[in-house]
Nanobody, 123 residues
Framework: QVQLVEDGGGLVQAGGSLRLSCAASGRAFGTYSMGWFRQAPGKEREFVAAISWSNGRTYYGDSVAGRFTISRDNAKNTVYLQMNSLKPEDTAVYYC????????????????WGQGTQVTVSS
């Protein structure tokens, strides 16, 4: 079993930055891939970024590529999402997720989920 707790959300102006963190507990953190998803009101959950457990390779959704960066610190059992050049359309609840497989861009690729953290970007 894996428990995930997100932190770092908040209110920021357009063009600003935030860094989200996701602390994991349970089984060995280094053995599972991590992903970030987001969900805005009335919309489906959207893939944001993922990082592989095996080689650290990263993947990004088209809407955030070049602005967001995912990273992990296995010593701290934590994955981060650095978000720069934020836009009002980035407003959503952001969730981190874990899988023992290689990372995918679909929600059902992941087994464990955090409770989410709200990010609001004002124009």
């Amino acid at each position: 079993q894996v428990q995930l707790v997100e932190d770092g959300g908040g209110l920021v102006q357009a063009g600003g930055s935030l860094r989200l963190s996701c602390a994991a507990s349970g089984r060995a953190f280094g053995t599972y891939s991590m992903g970030w998803f987001r969900q805005a009101p009335g919309k489906e959950r959207e893939f944001v970024a993922a990082i592989s457990w095996s080689n650290g390779r990263t993947y990004y959704g088209d809407s955030v590529a070049g602005r967001f960066t995912i990273s992990r610190d296995n010593a701290k059992n934590t994955v981060y999402l650095q978000m720069n050049s934020l836009k009002p359309e980035d407003t959503a609840v952001y969730y981190c997720a874990a899988t023992y497989a290689l990372p995918g861009d679909r929600a059902h690729d992941y087994t464990y989920w955090g409770q989410g953290t709200q990010v609001t970007v004002s124009s």
